[in-house]
């Protein structure tokens, strides 16, 4: 089975500084990994996921991610973070085979100071 | 699409009463997926449903928590009696399938049982 860690449960940047997030998964075969975002109020949302090729992946609100497979991580990155970056963050684990859900981890919480 | 679509947003009730949270999900989508957050349990996956059956319910705290899904585009989660100890988030997801896909969120149920 698959597992996730966030090594970080807070973590505090200044705006306009750069940011990067932890994630480590534990799984045997090449897994999809993905970063939600979770403001206050909000459900979560997808910013960005990798099942293959290109191991830096893109997402939404100028959010990257890079698979290491030989670190096991997908870590999430933002050159410049901005107030509205501050949130909950959660990596996610998939499956290739077989049908079992996404595990998540239990989230990174970002504050953001001026 | 509107996506995933909760009702009630908030929703207050007293120890012992019944508790129905509803969910709609986006049209194409044959899995759903109930989770409850708490600060101190993070994300818990409660049940999914793929295709309107139940696949996995072995999150399901207790008896007094029934999942039911009787149509493509509706989902009901039901708590009764409800306890204090119930009072979450409750956030219902869906997706076109499982893996790759990830999934889209609601914005949740906030319950509060006094």
């Known amino acids: 089975a698959q597992s996730v860690t966030q090594p970080d449960i807070h973590i505090t940047v200044s705006e306009g500084a750069s940011l990067e997030l932890r994630c480590n998964y534990s799984?045997?075969?090449?897994?999809?990994l993905f970063w939600y975002v979770q403001s206050p109020g909000q459900g979560l949302q997808l910013l960005l996921k990798?099942?293959?090729?290109?191991?830096l992946v893109q997402g939404i609100k100028g959010f990257e991610a890079e698979f290491k497979r030989s670190q096991s991580s997908f870590n999430l990155r933002k050159p410049s973070v901005h107030w509205s970056d501050a949130a909950e963050y959660f990596c996610?684990?998939?499956?290739?085979?077989?049908?079992?859900?996404?595990?998540f981890g239990k989230g990174t919480r970002l504050s953001v100071i001026a | 699409d509107a996506g995933v679509i909760q009702s009630p947003r908030h929703e207050v009730t007293e120890m012992g009463q019944e508790v129905t949270l509803r969910c709609k999900p986006i049209?194409?989508?044959?899995?759903l997926f109930w989770y409850r957050q708490t600060m101190m349990r993070g994300l818990e996956l409660l049940i999914y449903?793929?295709?309107?059956?139940?696949?996995?319910d072995s999150g399901m705290p207790e008896d007094r928590f029934s999942a039911k899904m009787p149509n493509a585009s509706f989902s009901t989660l039901k708590i009764q009696p409800s306890e204090p100890r119930d009072s979450a988030v409750y956030f219902c997801?869906?997706?076109?399938?499982?893996?790759?896909?990830?999934?889209?969120f609601g914005s949740g149920t906030r319950l509060t049982v006094v």
């Open positions: 997801a869906s997706s076109e399938g499982q893996g790759i896909y990830g999934y889209t």
């Open positions: 799984y045997g075969a090449t897994p999809y």
């Open positions: 990798y099942f293959s090729g290109d191991t």
């Open positions: 996610a684990v998939g499956a290739w085979s077989g049908n079992t859900p996404l595990v």
């Open positions: 049209s194409g989508h044959d899995y």
């Open positions: 449903f793929n295709n309107n059956v139940p696949i996995d």
